[in-house]
């Protein structure tokens, strides 16, 4: 893979054994190719983990956070797509913020379905979760990035990491603190 800047719809086309004007058939520009396939990649991703896994909330963590390794290691391409090599692109960019806002609107709906999970008074649960949400996102992207530099860490290794990192975050914020937030 060349990136998207050095990639070009003739070369595309050659790669997938067909002509230019097919490419052209299908999609008015690169962009346009480029958003059709991290749309795929995302639809792929989502619904890997769309679903909250039966058990604990300590359960729900570590089973996602695994689905979502297991997508990266299965589809590294994909991942590239949507989180490393993305282009600055404005098409690109207007395709990828709906998906962001799926993937962070899919993990609240995982957050949601905690019994309790502590907030400050002046948000809702909602808003918390959306916040929450965000974070975990942004901690396991982080954890795929740091991963993909370092590929001699096994999966298993760094699913520990990230489910840790968040589980222990989550276990706090379903507890009753000194703010007097709800336990679970």
């Known amino acids: ?30 962009a346009e ?8 990649h995302a639809d792929s991703l989502l ?18 956070v695994d689905s979502v390794f297991g997508w990266i290691e299965e589809h590294p391409d994909g991942w590239r797509v949507l989180f490393a090599d993305v282009p600055a692109d404005p098409v690109v960019a207007a395709t990828l913020r709906p998906l962001q806002d799926r993937a962070t609107a899919g993990v609240a709906g995982l957050l ?9 008074a002046d948000v809702t649960r909602e808003r918390s979760d959306a916040a929450y949400a965000e974070a975990a996102k942004s901690a396991v992207d982080g954890l795929a990035s740091w991963w993909w ?21 989550l276990r706090e914020l379903s507890r009753t603190d000194a703010r007097g937030g709800v336990s679970a």
Do not use: C
């Open 149 to 169: 530099h370092n590929r001699d860490v096994p999966r298993a290794t760094v699913v520990t990491l990230a489910a840790d990192l968040l589980w222990r975050g």
């Open 1 to 30: 893979m060349h990136g998207y800047s050095d990639a070009s719809l003739r070369s595309i086309a050659a790669s997938a054994g067909i002509t230019t004007p097919v490419v052209y058939d299908h999609f008015g520009s690169k």
């Open 33 to 40: 190719l480029y958003a059709t396939v991290a749309q795929q």
């Open 47 to 64: 619904a890997q983990w769309a679903e909250p896994p039966p058990g604990s909330a300590e359960d729900l963590v570590r089973v996602t």
């Open 112 to 120: 949601a379905t905690l019994p309790t999970l502590d907030h400050p």
